[in-house]
């Protein structure tokens, strides 16, 4: 995964910002799979041999500066170190990463705090269609994360889920997207 600085692009860019990264790369052995926008970043999906990760960054260049880049692979990492790093992703727009640090708290987890890290998993991923200018998918998303976070109040890692849930009702009532932090 490569994250650029964003310079002002939105997530209704984010399917040029993909195509630009296509045509910018096409002369490379690489993928671009997925584009998403958020305030900070423009994150690409990429498949790229280790070796050419710096002439791929170069190549995005004109599309904003590297930020990071990461290998992403599914971690074994304790739980509390696991939910601090996710409410970090959360917090700095990188829903994809929050998103999947949280499928191993989540595969660990029995009754009412697996439904309660699936809603705030399924909050990520909403907002991951949203960085993706598909607001019908993330609001649809939201709603099947307010079925799992039904039966869930007060804190959790210091979460505080019913303002989570109060965020995220608000979206559903007025098909109005706004990022938050947790």
């Given at each position: 995964?490569?994250?650029?600085?964003?310079?002002?692009y939105?997530?209704?860019?984010?399917?040029?910002?993909?195509?630009?990264?296509?045509?910018?790369?096409?002369?490379?052995?690489?993928?671009?799979?997925?584009?998403?926008?958020?305030?900070?970043?423009?994150?690409?999906?990429?498949?790229?041999?280790?070796?050419?990760?710096?002439?791929?960054?170069?190549?995005?260049?004109?599309?904003?500066?590297?930020d990071?880049?990461?290998?992403?692979?599914?971690?074994?990492?304790?739980?509390?170190?696991?939910?601090?790093?996710?409410?970090?992703?959360?917090?700095?727009?990188?829903?994809w990463?929050?998103?999947?640090?949280?499928?191993?708290?989540?595969?660990?987890?029995?009754?009412?705090?697996?439904?309660?890290?699936?809603?705030?998993?399924?909050?990520?991923?909403?907002?991951?269609?949203?960085?993706?200018?598909?607001n019908?998918?993330?609001?649809?998303?939201?709603?099947?994360?307010?079925?799992?976070?039904v039966?869930?109040?007060?804190?959790?890692?210091?979460?505080?889920?019913?303002?989570?849930?109060?965020?995220?009702?608000?979206?559903?009532?007025?098909?109005?997207?706004?990022?938050?932090t947790?």
């Amino acid at each position: 995964m490569v994250h650029l600085k964003n310079s002002g692009y939105l997530p209704h860019d984010a399917s040029v910002l993909l195509k630009k990264a296509d045509d910018l790369t096409g002369d490379l052995d690489a993928l671009v799979r997925d584009t998403r926008v958020s305030e900070k970043y423009l994150e690409f999906d990429v498949s790229v041999a280790k070796e050419h990760l710096d002439l791929l960054v170069e190549k995005l260049a004109p599309l904003g500066n590297l930020d990071h880049a990461r290998h992403l692979v599914e971690e074994k990492i304790e739980k509390d170190e696991a939910l601090d790093n996710a409410v970090f992703y959360f917090n700095n727009e990188r829903f994809w990463e929050c998103h999947e640090v949280l499928e191993s708290v989540w595969k660990a987890t029995y009754e009412g705090e697996k439904d309660l890290v699936q809603g705030i998993i399924l909050v990520a991923a909403a907002f991951v269609h949203y960085q993706k200018d598909e607001n019908d998918i993330c609001l649809s998303i939201m709603k099947r994360a307010m079925e799992k976070l039904v039966n869930s109040t007060g804190k959790y890692h210091d979460i505080d889920i019913d303002a989570f849930k109060k965020k995220v009702a608000d979206m559903i009532k007025t098909g109005i997207i706004r990022i938050f932090t947790i």
